[in-house]
């Protein structure tokens, strides 16, 4: 209740929502702490509505960093609730078959405050803030620039750590994946029937053997924003497969994915590239998409290899014919 309708006011101190964004969590943890541990504001505006005041917040980044690095959330309560500015973040105490598999903050360079956040929360494995982060930054800027800026950068961020740290990531990659992969999903917009379509649908497909499915299925997303029909396969689909589709469906084009040169196969491609379909006299075959990483150095002649999210999604609206007007992304963010 005291979250409703909160409207900062200057001089009094940080909102609950104003402080959730700015340290990744969700009000709800915030709430918590507060219930549970005592870290609440020092004062209340008007009586119920909170304001957090600077010595509150630094209580707050440091309950944030303890429990990041693992300190279990009383012990990390007890320590930041002594400390009058941010505390060095201890080492759990060693101990046999209790000491924490946490691992620490992500190295995320240049990035939007948004991607911090979203990253603080996802290490913390705090799903109601990742959810809500997502949800936010999709409402904000629009899902492409949530994706390219956000999303995509976190999600990077983890696969490197990861790579690099053994298996203490591996809970913060699935838990932080299949939330970006619901929230693409919530955002994606249901098309209703339509007249005689310009032309095929956009296949979407991984190339055999490749997994990777969230650029796909950002890409699927935005497209139907802007009233593109597609056919999304996901990953690993095998060659046949993917071939007799394109010559069910006839597509506008084919996007395929691959993460890496161990899925990207050029003969598959231009296979695919060169089917035709339709009447004789008047065949036609489908634009070709090649995106991710694993094309990289490759001989794409003929092929489109786009940059990224924005480029593929004004490429492929262009070759579907679908009208400017139906860019649902916000203005603010267009400009």
Not at 134 to 163: I, N, S
Not at 255 to 262: D, K, M, N
Not at 276 to 294: D, H, I, K, S
Request: net charge positive; charged share 20%.
């Amino acid at each position: 209740m005291d979250d409703a309708a909160e409207v900062p006011v200057p001089g009094a101190g940080l909102t609950t929502g104003a402080l959730a964004r700015r340290l990744g969590v969700s009000p709800t943890t915030l709430r918590s702490w507060d219930r549970r541990y005592g870290l609440g504001p020092a004062a209340r505006a008007d009586g119920r509505h909170r304001r957090w005041t600077p010595d509150d917040v630094a209580v707050l980044e440091a309950m944030c960093r303890l429990t990041s690095s693992g300190v279990p959330p009383a012990e990390a309560a007890r320590a930041a609730r002594g400390a009058t500015r941010p505390p060095t973040v201890p080492a759990p105490a060693p101990s046999s078959g209790s000491r924490s598999r946490a691992p620490g903050a992500l190295p995320l360079g240049d990035v939007r405050a948004e991607c911090r956040g979203l990253a603080r929360a996802a290490v913390r494995l705090d799903a109601p803030a990742v959810e809500e982060q997502l949800d936010g930054v999709v409402a904000e800027y629009g899902l492409t620039v949530a994706w390219q800026d956000v999303m995509a950068p976190a999600l990077h961020a983890v696969g490197r750590k990861w790579a690099s740290s053994g298996d203490r990531y591996i809970e913060v990659e699935h838990l932080l994946s299949w939330h970006v992969a619901t929230a693409l999903r919530r955002h994606t917009p249901r098309l209703g029937p339509a007249g005689t379509p310009v032309a095929g649908p956009v296949v979407l497909a991984c190339a055999p053997d490749e997994q990777h499915t969230l650029p796909l299925e950002a890409l699927n997303a935005a497209l139907a924003q802007h009233g593109v029909p597609t056919r999304m396969f996901g990953s690993a689909v095998p060659a046949d497969a993917l071939a007799a589709a394109v010559r069910r469906l006839g597509p506008a084009a084919v996007v395929l994915w691959s993460q890496s040169r161990a899925t990207a196969s050029l003969p598959l491609a231009r296979h695919v590239a060169g089917i035709e379909w339709g009447v004789r006299g008047a065949r036609r075959q489908t634009l070709m998409m090649l995106g991710g990483p694993g094309w990289a150095g490759r001989s794409c002649q003929g092929m489109l290899r786009p940059t990224g999210l924005a480029d593929a999604l004004d490429t492929l609206t262009a070759a579907y014919g679908t009208a400017p007007g139906r860019d649902l992304t916000p203005a603010r963010v267009r400009a």
